[in-house]
């Protein structure tokens, strides 16, 4: 099973896999909590990154909504933690049933009746307002009040109930998003990423050589959704509190695509080095900043702003390729051509 998913693999990419994954495993080890911190940060955007490549990167479809889908899987888990005592893990079916679909519902209006690009980019971010809108008024969830979960103070972490330390959630959004990668992984090399990537590149042509694409556009909807519900799962537990405001605004779903932007659109790693890159490098300087006593409010929009144009106009297929060429390693255990 593991030689089947390592093969084509070059020996050099396997060597650099095994080191990151190492150093990602002992960074709680040498990491004080502020740095902790900023790897939950960097992982979290890596895997909401890759979720949304499905759509993008792999099958061609821009959401501009995605935050849609972080904040149903969010509120679901938290209403069935806080109003039924339900168990994360036991509700995360039920946010991934709700956030799914979601997008189904949006996809089939969008695909049945042929709209696509700009258009499907604009509907999306419809759907992310109504949201935002309807859940102000929604006051079993807390409406525009927030949403707030208990909080316990635990000498040892409560997996179960994503109760606990920093360290704890380190390690389960590493999971995710190694589980992310995986999965991308398998997706791209299945019948189905291929047939993904006909549609992204020629959709028209895709349709004339039988492929249903209507049909495989859902699956990449349907499936992107539902993985990007389990960040929202992650982000209410971790963060305790949700506001209609914060969640659903669409400068979250401007956070989400950033990463893979910045490191390759439909790359594997690209949403990993470009959360890296973003959130790394931002926060290190709004440190440096603040050491230095200056502190100009929305620094870190400005960069990455910069890091946006930058790599639109010096690397438009984002770092990640160019690095890959740079390391000598095969582009095809990267990106499917």
Not at 51 to 78: D, E, K, P, R
Not at 161 to 179: C, D, E, Q, S, W
Not at 296 to 322: D, E, R
Request: aromatic letters at 14%; proline letters at 4%; glycine letters at 10%.
């Amino acid at each position: 099973m593991i030689a089947r998913l390592l093969q084509g693999v070059p020996r050099r990419a396997l060597a650099l896999l095994v080191v990151l994954l190492a150093v990602m495993v002992g960074a709680p080890f040498f990491a004080n909590d502020y740095l902790l911190t900023i790897l939950i940060l960097v992982l979290y955007f890596a895997y909401v990154g890759q979720c949304w490549n499905i759509m993008m990167g792999f099958a061609g479809q821009l959401s501009l909504g995605h935050a849609l889908y972080v904040g149903l899987g969010a509120y679901t888990s938290a209403a069935l933690y806080v109003h039924f005592g339900i168990a994360p893990w036991l509700g995360l079916p039920v946010a991934i049933l709700v956030a799914a679909s979601a997008g189904a519902f949006i996809g089939f209006l969008a695909f049945r009746f042929r709209v696509s690009g700009v258009y499907f980019a604009i509907l999306t971010i419809a759907f992310c307002e109504f949201a935002r809108i309807g859940f102000d008024h929604f006051r079993w969830v807390g409406g525009s009040g927030g949403f707030f979960l208990p909080v316990t103070n635990y000498t040892q972490s409560d997996l179960w109930n994503l109760r606990g330390k920093p360290v704890m959630f380190y390690y389960v959004i590493l999971a995710l998003t190694l589980g992310a990668l995986l999965a991308c992984h398998l997706l791209l090399r299945s019948r189905m990423g291929f047939f993904w990537q006909a549609i992204r590149e020629d959709e028209v042509a895709a349709r004339a050589l039988g492929i249903n694409t209507f049909r495989y556009k859902m699956y990449a909807v349907i499936i992107s959704a539902g993985m990007t519900s389990v960040a929202g799962v992650f982000f209410a537990f971790y963060y305790n509190n949700l506001f209609p405001e914060q969640v659903f605004h669409i400068s979250r779903s401007i956070e989400i695509i950033l990463a893979p932007i910045i490191g390759g659109i439909g790359t594997l790693f690209g949403p990993l080095l470009g959360a890296l890159l973003l959130t790394g490098i931002a926060e290190g300087i709004w440190e440096l900043m603040n050491a230095l006593g200056f502190n100009p409010p929305g620094a870190k929009q400005v960069f990455y702003g910069i890091c946006l144009l930058a790599v639109i106009m010096l690397l438009p297929n984002g770092v990640w390729p160019s690095l890959s060429r740079a390391l000598g390693l095969d582009k095809r255990t990267d990106k499917e051509p």
